[in-house]
């Protein structure tokens, strides 16, 4: 850390681009080395030089990449019933894989028609549930701890995109899925926003365009 300098993040980024890494993902990267330097330098006493973290860091273009109601569909038919049940349940919900993939049958309330996830940072919210997502609820066995089966989803995933001939999808555009078709039935903003559990309404911003489109 002491010898770190501005030219071995000039090396780090050309390195992580050779190896296929778009811009968000250098960039966080770069987020968690600077958080260490900033504490070798605060917390540990370390002797730094001085990073000029803010010029290595691109501006990032929001992708929203999402699937119709029709591709979905086939995407779901290609899938085994454990991992359709998970990905069914993220379009219906927007909650991020982690929050899926973590849940736990004492965080499912069936009679408020809710589930309990601890999202980003730490904060545990109540994601509100629709029929749909009750009823797929009610269709899974209760006899182990964890809500979905998790077993060779990436695998599974993969394989179905392909089987349903949808490229350039990956797991988190469901979560972009869902917020779009709220959006294309005229859900407003704000609500979306409380969907997705974002902090501010800016963040969810990046789907206005989406009634722009349905607009014309």
């Given at each position: 850390l002491s010898d770190l300098s501005n030219r071995h993040i000039s090396d780090l980024i050309e390195a992580r681009r050779g190896q296929g890494?778009?811009?968000?993902?250098i960039n966080r990267t770069i987020s968690v080395l600077q958080g260490v330097h900033a504490r070798a330098a605060g917390r540990w006493d370390a002797t730094v030089k001085a990073i000029a973290w803010k010029d290595f860091k691109a501006k990032e273009q929001g992708r929203i990449r999402w699937i119709t109601e029709r591709e979905a569909g086939a995407l779901l038919d290609a899938l085994p019933s454990h991992?359709?049940?998970?990905?069914r349940f993220l379009?219906?919900?927007?909650?991020?894989?982690r929050e899926a993939f973590e849940l736990t049958w004492d965080r499912v309330a069936f009679d408020?028609?809710?589930?309990?996830?601890?999202a980003?940072?730490?904060?545990r919210r109540e994601v509100a549930l629709s029929a749909d997502a009750v009823l797929l609820l009610h269709e899974l066995p209760q006899t182990r701890r964890y809500v979905f089966d998790t077993t060779n989803w990436r695998e599974h995933f993969e394989a179905a995109l392909k089987t349903a001939g949808i490229s350039d999808f990956r797991w988190h555009d469901l979560r972009?899925?869902?917020?779009?078709?709220?959006?294309?039935?005229?859900?407003?903003?704000?609500?979306v926003s409380q969907s997705l559990g974002h902090s501010g309404i800016a963040v969810t911003q990046k789907y206005a365009h989406v009634a722009q489109h349905e607009v014309r």
């Open positions: 890494a778009g811009v968000p993902a991992i359709e049940a998970l990905v379009l219906l919900t927007g909650v991020r894989r408020r028609g809710a589930i309990w996830i601890t980003k940072g730490g904060v972009h899925t869902h917020a779009t078709w709220l959006r294309q039935k005229g859900v407003a903003l704000e609500v």
